[in-house]
């Protein structure tokens, strides 16, 4: 889906792209942390809160862009998504 959003040049594809590194880093963290730690549950916190404001701008503003895009290319993505999906859950 991300890579259909680029070709759209929206500024919400720059602003996902931030949220997922931003999400990256702190499992990272989170992992390499203990549950004992001070920063662990305000970085629980944090993770959370941009994780679910990200799924708001997904479900709100990017399917709708995603939607809007010619059958073809909606078919495309759906297989592509389908075999992604079907590797991972192989795997």
Do not use: C
Request: proline share 5%.
């Amino acid at each position: 889906m991300y890579p259909r959003l680029r070709e759209l040049n929206t500024d919400l594809f720059y602003e996902a792209e931030e949220e997922h590194h931003v999400a990256d880093l702190l499992i990272r963290e989170l992992k390499q942390g203990s549950p004992r730690d001070p920063s662990y549950e305000p970085k629980m916190m944090v993770l959370r809160t941009n994780v679910e404001h990200h799924m708001e701008e997904e479900e709100d503003k990017i399917f709708d862009q995603i939607g809007r895009l010619p059958e073809d290319m909606l078919d495309n993505l759906a297989a592509q998504w389908q075999s992604a999906r079907s590797r991972a859950m192989s795997a």
